[in-house]
């Protein structure tokens, strides 16, 4: 940009200046930057970017900032976890946003300014009281202009400073100062997540509306160290991330309620009825609901699958529990029972191991489990308006998924074929038929992604349609 002559102006303006300058306690130089700057505002926040934006650097990714383009603030935080942030850049543009960074002074510990910018394709900004960049930028600006800001990794210093709204560096500053939906993702030693004060921290955000993602179980970067502190995985922050700012989703402003996974029903203390359901298509459903921005709820029976990013998870383990928990989750303007819900548990759950005798062998009566799809779908009031049932048959789909719908009361019933041969129980592909009172759709086999995404992308063209 052409650097600026103050000697060039006449002596009128000159004198205006001076005194404005001497006003706001700043240079003549610096006081024309802030005119300078607000103009270009007033004019247009776009053109402003546009022209702000540096030349990116070769083999980055094309990500001008648009009007339509959405905007995240990431600070990276000072742990090991900071090299999965430069991951997490990319994972974000590859989603389409525009991402700006700001470093702590710990994160330059681990990763470098010249790397996060370089990747962001911008300058990471590191420094409150940096002239350049507050005159530039300013710290306001870096927190407002976001449309959500991203804390990852945030270690428990960081947290401890959000919650205790400390001002004392460029990120905590911004974190302060913004208006927008704020997502952490902490990283940090076992010892130190299960801390009190860490947890009494953490409780304080959550308070606050901050979301928080992850962290997860696993290995530490001490060598033998394991548990729950590694950072959530960047495709699981940015899967997020993209849910938090899908207000315009096709499901935003709607609720929508799931089942996942099978129940378990205990005969003792250590044993109990299962089934081979895995929950990955009812997770699936309730990723997609979230991604397509509904408000959602996960009832999960015992699963080994990590709750969706953006999703309420309730876990459970009996059919009971299973259908508390739906109750009150409601109301929900769709449900969508994906669950494996147990038909019959043991009438007598023995409060002691049952011991093995010479000679005899126990007798096990079950009892009937409630439809809890059916409990729901029959409701006169507070039913959702519109209730989808599964049908996981081995023989006759279409018929028994017929025969169900009308019986459950439901709108929709998704069959499948669960029969070994066809690998569904378990495994990551699906071929499901829409059975509606319409008709029969019959859809090609594929990912239970796909199926949870096309069936969320119907679910919102019915939640279109006006109400008979
Ligand atoms: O009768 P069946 O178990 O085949 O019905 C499957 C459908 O009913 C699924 O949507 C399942 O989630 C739901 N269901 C339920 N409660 C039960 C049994 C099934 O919600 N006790």
Redesign the pocket.
Known sequence: MASLTVRQLDDQLKKLLRLRAARHGRSMEDEVRVILRRAAEESGRDALDRDELPVRPLGSRPHAAGADTRRVLLIIGGGIAAYKSLDLIRRLQDRGFHVRCVLTAAAQHFITPLAAGALAGGPAYTDLFDPRSEFDVGHIRLARDADVVVVAPATADLIAKMAGGHADDLATAVLLATDKPVLVAPAMNPHMWAAKATQRNLAQLEADGVRLVGPNSGEMAERGEAGVGRMAEAPEIAALVAALVQGSGSLAGKRVLV?SGPTTEPIDPVRFIANRSSGKQGHAIASAAAAAGADVVLVSGPVNLSDPPGVSVVHVET?NEMLAAVEKALPADVAV?????A?WRPRQRNRSKIKKQQGRTPTLELVE??????TIAHRKSGRPRLVV????ETDDVIANAKA?LKN?ACDWIVANDVSPATGIMGGDVNTVHIVTAKGVESWPPQSKDDVARALVERIAAASQEPER
């Open positions: 089942t059919a029972f994906a669950a494996a819900v038909d489990n409630p439809d809890i799809l059916s049932g599964f049908a996981a169900k459950k």
